[in-house]
Antibody
């Protein structure tokens, strides 16, 4: 059974930084594209970024380019999202999702950007 | 970017009756490899999203066969043959053909009349 567990969310001031982590089990992690998808309070789903299985390619939604960095450690079956220069509009639940088209999801970790 | 439009945005249904959700794309979702990467997700209240259907019509493991997907090009449909109480939630279509970015539809909220 695939399990995905996110961590690292919390309350941060505007302009601050946060690093999210996602630990996966039950799959050969190094075979899969991985994504971060977020959901602002009461809103729909927004893809944020994804990364190729070997980490050689990374893609981002325009609104986070230059501020967020996705990375992975296949030896640790882990995915990360370094978020810098955070804004109020980044407030959301952040989900880790596996596979090219998000076949499995974690429970999410909430990020609140507020002073 | 590809824009996905869903209709209706709100769908009150009667238990045991069928339900249908439409997803329309701003451009054809046929990939150069011949596949159409249109997927459907269910998000029950208070839960994470769950993929139901991938590549238009393929049910994910464990998804009841009352859920079916169809369509081609720019027009797609998710059907529930007989709605059950556990089907309440928000349903999203998502395209993975023309990316980045991967894009989701706005969501259709299904609840019981």
């Amino acid at each position: 059974e695939v399990q995905v567990v996110e961590s690292g969310g919390g309350l941060v001031q505007p302009g601050g930084s946060l690093r999210l982590a996602c630990a996966a089990s039950g799959i050969t992690f190094s075979n899969y594209w991985m994504s971060w998808v977020r959901q602002a309070p009461g809103k729909g789903l927004e893809w944020v970024a994804n990364i190729k299985p070997d980490g050689s390619e990374k893609y981002y939604v325009d609104s986070v380019k230059g501020r967020f960095t996705i990375s992975r450690d296949n030896a640790k079956n882990s995915l990360y999202l370094q978020m810098n220069s955070l804004r109020g509009e980044d407030t959301a639940v952040y989900y880790c999702a596996g596979g090219r088209t998000c076949g499995w999801w974690g429970q999410g970790t909430p990020v609140t950007v507020s002073s | 970017d590809v824009v996905l439009t869903q209709s209706p945005l709100s769908l009150p249904v009667t238990l045991g009756q069928p339900a249908s959700i439409s997803c329309r794309s701003s451009q054809s979702l046929v990939h150069s490899d011949g596949n159409t990467y249109l997927n459907w997700f269910q998000q029950r209240p208070g839960q994470s999203p769950r993929r139901l259907i991938y590549k238009v019509s393929n049910r994910d493991s464990g998804v009841p066969d009352r859920f079916s997907g169809s369509g081609s090009g720019t027009d797609f449909t998710l059907k529930i043959s007989r709605v059950e109480a556990e089907d309440v939630g928000v349903y999203y279509c998502m395209q993975g053909t023309h990316w980045p970015p991967l894009t989701f539809g706005p969501g259709t909220k299904v609840d019981i009349k």
